[in-house]
């Protein structure tokens, strides 16, 4: 069965950092283009941040350049979103979600396969 797991959410106050991970279990990793999306209470799911299959490529929305990175560990099965000097606006459900589509090396936030359960991150004081 097919399972991704999302953890490392938590409550931070503004300017902490926390560190998501989305281990997969069930299939091989490093076939797939993963993301991390999130989704705020009363709006609507957004891409946050995606990692190619073999992690030559990222893409990241414009609201967390600078500050999220993402990471890969294929070996480990795992990919990672570090999260740096968060905001309030941060706060939402974090999602990793996986694509098999072969994009010629890129990542896109669309036309994910297998979503995770999602782990809350609350950023607050």
């Known amino acids: 069965q097919l399972q991704l797991v999302e953890s490392g959410g938590g409550l931070v106050q503004p300017g902490g950092s926390l560190r998501l991970s989305c281990p997969a279990s069930g299939f091989t990793l490093d076939n797939y283009n993963i993301g991390w999306f999130r989704q705020a209470p009363g709006k609507e799911r957004e891409g946050v941040s995606c990692?190619?299959?073999?992690?030559?490529?990222?893409k990241y929305v414009d609201s967390v350049k600078g500050r999220f990175t993402i990471s890969r560990d294929n070996a480990k099965t795992t990919v990672y979103l570090q999260m740096n000097r968060l905001k309030h606006e941060d706060t939402a459900v974090y999602y990793c979600a996986a694509d098999r589509q072969w994009y010629g090396g890129l990542c896109y936030f669309n036309g994910m396969d297998y979503w995770g359960k999602g782990t809350l991150v609350t950023v607050s004081s």
């Open positions: 990692i190619s299959r073999g992690g030559g490529s990222t």
